[in-house]
């Protein structure tokens, strides 16, 4: 619910306020377990070290810095914290539960592409400061369209603010599904979902998991045929014909201009940012970042000048650029470490580190709580401990 969705956009604050509630009673629950004060500790523990970490990045950055995102940056992690230390107090399979929200968001996914069909003139428009959307029954939302034969298709974004979101989750649930779950049927309904969200990143993620899928030791003869077809006859003409119109899209004489323009833009940035500032990058300020951005202006010849000016106050859509000139190569270089030891599985760990890191090329999401979450369940996991009564455990 705070990572991309379009509830997230319209009252963020009010949903974060609520879960860390239900969370505090939960936790606060699990003190009838014996081995809670176990978890109570580990858990101060790691809350403090992450706290000390981000203090000392924090005095260390040579800029003047905002410690209310640091602040909220702390909150968000320790909260998350409490619950993963509540799935581990209980027992319960963090990727089995991972894999059930996953499902659940492709089955609403489904029936809001199938309706679109037919409610799309009954849908209403939701303007917030970050959000202009429409939305059919506050339940479902469409926002882009694209031509298929000549007929409008809506590009399917499920819960979230665009279809670029969806297919991060989709991909993640086609992951599970192939590789962890050996499920079938959502391997299918992942795979077509990613193609109604007409993103290209997402059909290039998917056409990767496909690959190694092919050459995976798990397959079957048949099932490498019937993913080879797959990949060779829908996913790989849709990723083309994506790709075409993306790159052909856009008048340079207008304020209008392609993601994928926009997208290089930020990449570019990014690199010089970073390499100007390697070990602490500039710091999580807004003002800083905007102060220290050079103008790039060989990367925006022919657009014009009110997009330029447009791009000045804009935050990077690129959010492993952004996080890296926000905190250096160290510190990200840390945190991708942990993404790699996520606590959901050992299956192809570096499929799924590439799976986020390529998403997150082109989405603003490497810090919120998802990706903390899955950040935190690899730190978790480098802790052991001993719960009362029973054997060391490894959280």
Same mark, same amino acid.
């Not at 679109?116 to 003139?121: E, K, L």
């Not at 029954?137 to 034969?149: K, P, T, V």
């Not at 800083?288 to 103008?295: F, G, I």
């Given at each position: 619910?705070?990572t991309?969705?379009?509830?997230?956009?319209?009252?963020?604050p009010?949903?974060?306020?609520?879960?860390?509630?239900?969370?505090?009673?939960?936790f606060?629950?699990?003190?009838k377990?014996?081995?809670a004060?176990?978890?109570? !500790?580990?858990?101060?523990?790691?809350?403090?070290?992450?706290?000390?970490?981000?203090?000392?990045?924090f005095?260390?950055?040579?800029?003047?810095?905002?410690?209310?995102a640091?602040?909220?940056?702390?909150?968000?992690?320790?909260?998350?914290?409490?619950?993963f230390?509540?799935?581990?107090?209980?027992?319960?399979?963090?990727? /089995?539960?991972?894999?059930?929200?996953?499902?659940?968001?492709?089955?609403?996914?489904?029936?809001?592409?199938?309706l679109?069909?037919?409610?799309?003139?009954f849908?209403?428009?939701?303007?917030?400061?970050?959000?202009?959307?429409?939305?059919f029954?506050?339940?479902?939302?469409?926002?882009?369209?694209?031509?298929?034969?000549?007929?409008t298709?809506?590009?399917? *974004?499920?819960?979230?603010?665009?279809?670029?979101?969806l *297919?991060?989750?989709?991909n993640?649930?086609?992951?599970?599904?192939?590789?962890?779950?050996?499920?079938? #049927?959502? *391997?299918?309904?992942?795979?077509?979902l990613?193609l109604t969200?007409?993103?290209?990143?997402?059909?290039?993620?998917?056409?990767?998991?496909?690959?190694?899928?092919?050459?995976?030791?798990?397959?079957t #003869?048949? *099932?490498?045929?019937? +993913?080879?077809?797959?990949?060779?006859? +829908?996913?790989?003409?849709?990723?083309?014909?994506?790709?075409?119109q993306?790159?052909?899209?856009?008048?340079t $004489?207008s304020?209008?201009?392609?993601?994928?323009?926009?997208?290089?833009?930020?990449?570019?940035?990014? +690199?010089?940012?970073?390499?100007?500032?390697?070990?602490?990058?500039? &710091?999580?300020?807004?003002d800083?970042?905007?102060?220290?951005?050079?103008?790039s202006?060989s /990367?925006?010849? &022919?657009? $014009?000048?009110?997009? @330029?000016?447009?791009?000045?106050?804009? #935050?990077?859509?690129n $959010?492993?650029?952004?996080f890296?000139?926000?905190?250096?190569?160290?510190?990200?270089?840390?945190?991708?470490?942990?993404?790699?030891?996520? &606590?959901?599985?050992?299956?192809?760990?570096w499929?799924?580190?590439l799976?986020?890191?390529?998403?997150?090329? $082109?989405?603003? /999401?490497? /810090?919120?709580?998802?990706? @903390?979450?899955?950040?935190?369940?690899?730190?978790?996991?480098?802790? #052991?401990?001993?719960?009362?009564?029973?054997?060391?455990?490894? !959280?």
């Open positions: 619910m705070l991309g969705t379009v509830y997230a956009a319209l009252w963020g009010m949903i974060f306020v609520l879960s860390t509630i239900v969370l505090a009673i939960i606060l629950r699990d003190f377990v014996p081995y004060t176990n978890l109570l !500790i580990t858990y101060l523990v790691i809350s403090l070290m992450f706290g000390a970490v981000l203090f000392i990045h005095i260390a950055v040579p800029f003047s810095n905002d410690p209310v640091y602040i909220i940056l702390y909150f968000r992690f320790i909260i998350i914290g409490l619950f230390m509540h799935l581990k107090g209980r027992n319960i399979d963090f990727g /089995l539960l991972l894999h059930g929200a996953l499902k659940f968001i492709a089955c609403h996914a489904i029936i809001g592409f199938i679109s069909f037919f409610v799309i003139r849908v209403v428009n939701v303007n917030s400061e970050d959000l202009n959307s429409n939305t029954l506050y339940a479902f939302f469409y926002n882009s369209s694209f031509d298929l034969f000549g007929i298709v809506y590009r399917n *974004q499920g819960l979230f603010w665009e279809p670029g979101i *297919q991060i989750f989709m993640f649930l086609f992951f599970m599904s192939s590789f962890v779950f050996r499920n079938k #049927r959502y *391997q299918v309904i992942a795979a077509i990613i969200t007409y993103s290209t990143t997402g059909i290039a993620i998917l056409l990767l998991q496909f690959i190694v899928l092919l050459f995976s030791g798990n397959t #003869r048949i *099932q490498k045929i019937i +993913v080879a077809s797959f990949l060779v006859v +829908v996913a790989l003409p849709v990723f083309i014909l994506n790709y075409n993306k790159v052909n899209e856009g008048d $004489s304020s209008e201009v392609t993601s994928s323009i926009m997208r290089v833009y930020d990449f570019a940035e990014g +690199v010089n940012i970073t390499g100007r500032y390697p070990l602490t990058g500039i &710091g999580m300020s807004g800083t970042y905007k102060s220290v951005k050079s103008s202006t /990367l925006l010849s &022919g657009y $014009s000048s009110e997009f @330029v000016d447009l791009i000045a106050d804009r #935050r990077s859509s $959010s492993i650029m952004y890296l000139t926000r905190f250096g190569i160290p510190f990200v270089f840390a945190w991708f470490l942990l993404i790699y030891k996520q &606590g959901l599985t050992k299956e192809k760990r499929l799924f580190l799976i986020i890191i390529i998403s997150n090329l $082109s989405e603003p /999401l490497i /810090l919120d709580p998802f990706f @903390v979450l899955i950040a935190c369940s690899g730190l978790y996991s480098l802790f #052991r401990f001993k719960l009362v009564g029973s054997k060391p455990y490894a !959280i």
